[in-house]
Structure formats: structure tokens, C-alpha cells
């Protein structure tokens, strides 16, 4: 759409970018509305591509304040509308929407272990997007032979027949989705990649809560505040391999656990270092070759046979991650508990019937 330059939505970001492009530790902040007008006018398509373009960079060399980064957030879940599960409580996941391309994760198969363990799961995201362009869940399930391009009502009934399901974000933020070519050229992260995993496709009848990855350590306050404003019960954050769900497993296991009534601020927050003797050892994360069909198949048919109970190196990360995520919301006294909880369903099959039951069923 070619707007004219005295149209108010082109003015109002041309006046963002003369402030916040001003160079080195100079650039100015802009409101939280501005953003969030400037957010919504981009996701219609109402902004000149290049102008948005210049506009999410310099945000992101200037660095995004915490009133910038809720103000898109607010465009970005104005332009979508949460379904209700028909469960209690429902655990959202999210990794990283550009994938993987260092490690052979297992994050995908934490939503059916979670399942099995009596915790409705839903994991969403995107088949590829950059600036990565790595190994997705999404591209893991489609090889399983998993649709992975069901609506939000379709979510809630594979929800209710398998206890987790995938949702894209073409089915439930087309707007933001169609943004993936400009993103593509603006080839550098930018505040979308950040805020999108927060999103809430679905939600449960009494509760909803998220588990996420970070990497960098400004982003659990940035994340929890965030949390908050989408409505989420809760937010739990691993330090994980690739920004991921799966904590590092030859490294301290570091979490933040914070509950809706204490999201802010973040320093209350408790940081849990738990010790782990029965997963001590140096080994890093497995390495795959990634951005290649090989990659996916690789990550999924190591993720089939460790819910099939064979044991291992991805046996004990995933067990880790899904123990983390029982401990935090109370469905284990201790952690140990937990991993105990999260073997048996590996053990016993049930980790793989869950996954199973979403294989060829629309």
C-alpha cells in the first residue's frame, strides 16, 4: 500500500524513525502507544515496507525499552483472538521460532510427555522464518506425518483426544505471518522475534501458563513483565541450548519460576541452580547438520525412540526440561519426584502413545 507523506500513519512513523535513528547512544524512545499504533499500522500493511524495515533495525540498534516492547506486544494480541481449551489448566510452549541448526533438539516432544504426565500441552510457532532458518517443531511433526496446519477449534478438539497439539501462526496471527517476506529482507532479528513466542493461541478455563527459552539475560524481565500483560497465570524461563526449552545439560540448570501475582517486578523472582547428580556429565547437547531434510529426520527419529524409552543423551535433557516444568507447577514434591514421574512415561509407553494419537488423525 502506497501511502502519501502527508497521511497521518506515515507521518507518525516518520516522526518514530527521526528519533530513535539518531545514532550511536543517542536515539530517543518513543511512547508505548506510538508503538503500538506504529505495530498495528505495520501488521495491516498500512506502512511503506522500507519505512518499517528502518524502523524495526534502529529500534533494535538503539535497543527497545520495556515501554517500546509492550506497546508492539499490544498490536501484535490486539490482531489475534485466544480460543478456549476445553481443560483447566493449559501449558503453553515456545521455542524459538527460527529453529535450530547446532544441536539435535528433542524440545518437540516435550508437549506429548507433558501430556502423558497429566499436563495439557501446546506448542506453537512457524514451519521457518530467519534469521536462523533452522530445524523447527513444526518441520518435525510434518515429517511424523502430524498435521501441522489445523485452526485454533481444530487445536481444542486434538487437545481434547491427545492432551497436546501444534498450532501454526498462519492459523492464529495471519497478519503477523504474512510479515515473514519483509522480516526475511530485514534479515537481522528484530522486536517481532522477540515478542512472538508470547502470543496465546489457546487458553485453558481457569488457567494459562508459558514455558520459554532465553539466552540473554536482560529478557526474563522483559519476558515476566510481558507475561503478564497476555494474561498468562505464570512464566517459566530455562537459560536453554539455541535459546530453546531444553536447559543446557553440561551447565548449572538455572530456571525463573514467576507467578501472575508477582511478575513485577522480576527481582522477585527466584533463580533455582538444582543439582542433578544423576544426569552429571560433560557432554554437550548433540550436533546436526542443520538446514536440511537429514536434520529434521534426524530430530525426530531420535525424539520417536527416546519416548519409545531408549536412554541416553536426549533421554536426559528431555526428561530435565519436562521435570522442570512439573516441579515449578506443583505436580511433583521435589525435582528428583519429577524426573521419576517424567521416566515412568517414557518407560511405560504412554510418552509415545500421546504422540502418537496426533499421527494421520484429521
Avoid at 506515515?10 to 539518531?22: M, Q
Avoid at 509492550?70 to 485466544?82: C, S, V, Y
Avoid at 527466584?270 to 556429565?281: A, D, R
Avoid at 519409545?308 to 543423551?313: D, I, K, T
Amino acid at each position: 500500500m502506497k501511502l502519501s507523506p502527508d497521511n497521518p500513519q506515515a507521518d507518525l512513523i516518520r516522526s518514530a524513525i527521526k528519533r530513535v535513528a539518531v545514532g550511536p547512544d543517542r536515539g530517543r524512545d518513543i511512547s508505548r502507544a506510538e508503538a503500538r499504533q506504529i505495530g498495528a499500522n505495520i501488521l495491516r500493511g498500512e506502512t511503506d515496507p522500507l519505512q518499517a524495515a528502518v524502523f524495526l533495525i534502529a529500534l533494535r540498534m538503539k535497543r527497545e525499552s520495556l515501554e517500546e516492547y509492550i506497546g508492539l506486544f499490544d498490536a501484535l494480541q490486539e490482531a489475534i483472538t485466544p480460543v478456549a481449551a476445553n481443560v483447566e489448566r493449559l501449558y503453553c510452549l515456545a521455542d524459538p521460532f527460527d529453529g535450530f541448526l547446532r544441536t539435535n533438539t528433542v524440545t518437540p516432544f516435550i508437549a506429548p510427555l507433558l501430556a502423558a504426565c497429566g499436563m495439557p500441552a501446546l506448542m506453537h510457532g512457524v514451519e521457518s522464518v530467519g534469521p536462523k532458518y533452522g530445524v523447527t517443531a513444526q518441520q518435525v511433526y510434518r515429517m511424523a506425518g502430524i498435521d501441522t496446519c489445523i485452526s485454533q477449534q481444530a487445536a481444542v478438539s486434538a487437545i481434547d483426544r491427545a492432551g497436546w497439539c501444534y498450532i501454526d501462526q498462519s492459523q492464529y496471527a495471519p497478519e503477523l505471518y504474512a510479515l515473514r517476506e519483509l522480516r526475511d529482507r530485514v534479515v537481522k532479528r528484530t522486536a517481532i522475534t522477540t515478542l512472538e513466542r508470547l502470543l496465546m493461541p489457546l487458553q485453558g478455563q481457569a488457567e494459562t501458563h508459558m514455558v520459554l527459552g532465553y539466552v540473554h539475560r536482560a529478557y526474563p524481565e522483559i519476558y515476566a513483565t510481558l507475561a503478564q500483560h497476555a494474561g498468562y497465570n505464570s512464566i517459566l524461563l530455562f537459560k536453554g541450548v539455541e535459546g530453546g526449552l531444553a536447559p543446557a545439560m553440561n551447565k548449572p540448570q538455572r530456571r525463573y519460576f514467576v507467578q501472575s501475582a508477582s511478575l513485577l517486578p522480576i527481582r522477585r523472582c527466584k533463580q533455582v541452580i538444582e543439582q542433578l547428580p544423576m544426569f552429571c556429565h560433560s557432554d554437550a547437547a548433540p550436533k546436526m547438520d542443520g538446514r536440511s531434510e537429514l536434520a529434521v529426520r534426524q530430530c525426530l527419529q531420535q525424539g520417536v525412540t527416546t519416548l519409545s524409552g531408549e536412554h541416553g543423551m536426549a533421554r536426559n535433557s528431555l526428561c530435565v526440561a519436562a521435570a522442570h516444568i512439573l516441579h515449578a507447577h506443583g505436580h511433583a514434591n521435589s525435582f528428583p519426584a519429577a524426573v521419576v514421574k517424567v521416566q515412568n512415561s517414557l518407560d511405560n509407553g504412554l510418552a509415545k502413545a500421546h504422540f502418537d494419537i496426533l499421527k494421520d488423525r484429521y
